[in-house]
Structures are given as C-alpha cells and as structure tokens.
C-alpha cells in the first residue's frame, strides 16, 4: 500500500505557506484574469488546496469589486495585507481591517488614463454615429438606402 502523504502545494512560500489567496465574487471568472494566479503563489477557491491554505494566506487580493466584509476576513486569520485590484476600496469593510490592524490598497489612480481614452472614445462615437453607422452597412442598407447620416459637431 503506498504511503499516504498530506497533499502538497508547489505554490507555496519558504516556510510552506502561501502568499495570497483571491477572493472574488462568483461572478467574477479568473479565466478572464488569467496572470492573477501568478501573482504570490495565490489560491483562489476553486483550487483543491484552497481550504487548506486560506487560514494562512498573509495577503487577500480581491477582484473587481467584490466585497470583502467581516464576516470574509474571519475565512483568513494570518491576513496582513488587502490589495484591491480595482480603483476604489468601498467594497472593502476598512473599519473592520483598521480594527484587525490590517493594511488595504487599491489600484489607485492606475487606470484613469485608460478609462479617460475610452471615455472620449465613447463620446466621439456618440456624438459622430460611428457604431451606429457600422451596424448600418454590416445589415446591407447602404447600397440599399443611400449613405447613413453622420453626427456632426452640432448635434
């Protein structure tokens, strides 16, 4: 009979712990953030291992804007450190981790010059009828109809 060993992680720290555990709402799909995993030797729930480890991760990376209250930061007693991988941290009970002497960051400031671009990516769009006039030649009116009206700046 072969030797029944405890199940053994490769992901782990020096002192067998595991860095980080991901903590999302099930809304959330990791397939969509595939490099998450990478970063700390991360755990997220659906790793077999999940349950074993959580009570030692040191880190919580929380995804989008899943909320992380009391009630989560008790699955993981040894957190040190919450980082938010989104811009704001009010989906995160600051009170609760002020109280645990737990530190919290976010992403800050990093994605406002991308979600500026699309901003005016959006209103040029909208205001000039770009989408609108591609669903209009893709349906086939436009040897049909005649050419689509575009925006202009007075409207």
Known sequence: MADSQPLQSTLVT??????????HN???TLSFYPWI???????????????IHRPSARVVIVVGHSPLKSEHLDLYPSVEVV???SAGVDHIDLAEC??????????GDAFSEDVADYA???????LRHVSAA????R???WPVVGDYPLGNKEY
Do not use: M, Q
């Open 14 to 23: 020096d002192n067998h712990l595991p860095l980080s555990i991901i903590h």
């Open 26 to 28: 099930h809304i959330f």
């Open 37 to 51: 995993k990478e970063i700390g030797n991360s755990f997220d729930p659906s790793d077999p291992l999940y349950l």
């Open 83 to 85: 980082v938010g991988t």
């Open 98 to 107: 002020r109280r645990r002497n737990i530190h919290v960051t976010g992403a």
């Open 120 to 126: 005016v990516a959006l209103l040029l769009d909208v």
């Open 134 to 137: 591609d669903r209009y030649v």
């Open 139 to 141: 349906s086939g009116l």
